[in-house]
């Protein structure tokens, strides 16, 4: 399963928005890159899930 599909299994709707969710540095840039994040994907699974978790989490608490 892709970076992407897990995300879209997960309920969210892309990848891109588990981008957007974890925020802009000081200069509007993205905190964390798509390619970070297929990267924590391959290499570190645990963490790309726990990822996806938070930002599930996020959205049923009404945060965006």
């Known amino acids: 399963m892709t970076p992407s599909q897990q995300a879209k299994a997960a309920g969210l709707k ?36 726990a990822v996806l978790d938070g930002c599930v989490a996020r959205l049923m608490l009404g945060e965006s």
């Open 14 to 49: 892309s990848l891109s928005q588990v981008r957007d969710m974890l925020g802009t540095n000081k200069n509007g840039h993205p905190m964390v890159s798509l390619q970070t994040l297929n990267n924590w994907h391959k290499n570190k699974p645990l963490l790309f899930q």
